[in-house]
């Protein structure tokens, strides 16, 4: 059986449980099959248990394998695509989306109080800003909250304050909100399957789907056994192969991280004294924090398509100099990759294959927050109620020949034409 345990990363190896469910065996039936057990799956498998359906969730490999249990960490509001969804159905932006944005962060919120998820959840966080032309973005949005009456406190930087805050004079302002924040995105994603599990849905791990079998219901097919349901969530984001329908519809993206060693308090204080979630706007992008261990977890996007930790842990040790000239020898723990859904249009894919066949997909990096409001989504239109499901189903992706045959050259150009348009 072609299946792995988790990446070498700082999250697995702190993962507060090692999940050990059985593979699928023999034939099952169920309300609602979900195939992917990363946020999306396991989002909208707790969403349906919640409501009483009978749920099985099938993962090729583990719980938070792919990219829920490999990314940033940061939670951030807002929905790529925005704009793009707002002009196909003819409305405004802000009526749309205002308080949709956040709608991921209130359901993590709430999860993480009433089931007792320990993730380390921690607010705060920064938009910082390279080039004149980030700040007036940054004015925008903060302009944009403040007229909504967002409830955290929100504010612009200075350069100086920006520097006190991120330790570093490479940006020239910033936006603080204490609205966003960050967590360990592997025990989220596990805590919130044993929540799953405890309201009596079923996961099977290290259980490739082959087959999917169409009809009044559904037949999922594993190598070993199958789940016959009457609806179907296909939910494997970057990682899904086997629906040929979905393969040219979004890019695979890699990104990468690394984490360091623990940090002294008088280092911490001199390079994220508020414990901030701190991300660049550029499309070639870098984000950074600290884990609750103060370890410095450094990510960013590189025109790389293994998963080499020593290539990895080179490339980042340079990025973080740039900042942290003092870091330029710390000792780095741990080195990973994963990969996430890049549609062209930047919409997130949810639709349909069939009537009872659903798929969700594609967050372009948004996806701690979008995932979780997709999860909610998805159970909404499985149980009929499909006004939001549409608001998104009825944007029709781009669909590129071949994407996903070549899609590692593709992606090296797009890296390198966002690049030199981030230098601009």
Known sequence: MNTRPHTGSYYAATVNEVTDFAPLRGAQSADVCVIGAGFTGISTALHLAERGYNVHVIEANKVGWGASGRNGGQMIGGIAGEAHIARHHERDVEEIFGALRWAGHEIIRERVDTYGIDC????GYVDVAIKERHMADIRH??????????????????????????????????LLNMGNGHLHPLNLCVGEASAAVSLG?????????VDIQRGAKARVVTADGSVTADAVVLAGNAYHYLERKLRGILFPVNSFMVATEPLSEETVATINPRDLAICDPNFVLEYYRLSADKRLLFGGRLNYFGDDPKLIEARHRRKIARHYPHLANVKIDFA??????VPINRVPQLGRLSPNIF??????????????????????AIGGTLERFDLFADVKPFVVPFAHALSKPMVALGVLYYQLRDRL
């Open 201 to 209: 849905a079923t996961i099977y791990e290290h259980s490739p789907v």
């Open 120 to 123: 380390d959840l921690k607010y």
């Open 359 to 380: 798929y969700c997909q594609g967050y372009s990096g948004h996806g701690v927050n979008v995932t979780h409001l997709a999860g909610q989504i998805m159970a909404d």
């Open 336 to 341: 990973w990759g994963g990969t996430i859904g």
């Open 141 to 174: 949005d903060y302009e944009r909250l403040h007229a909504a009456d967002f409830p955290h406190e929100v504010r612009i930087l200075s350069r100086e304050a920006t520097r006190e805050a991120t330790g570093t004079d490479a940006y020239i302002g910033a």
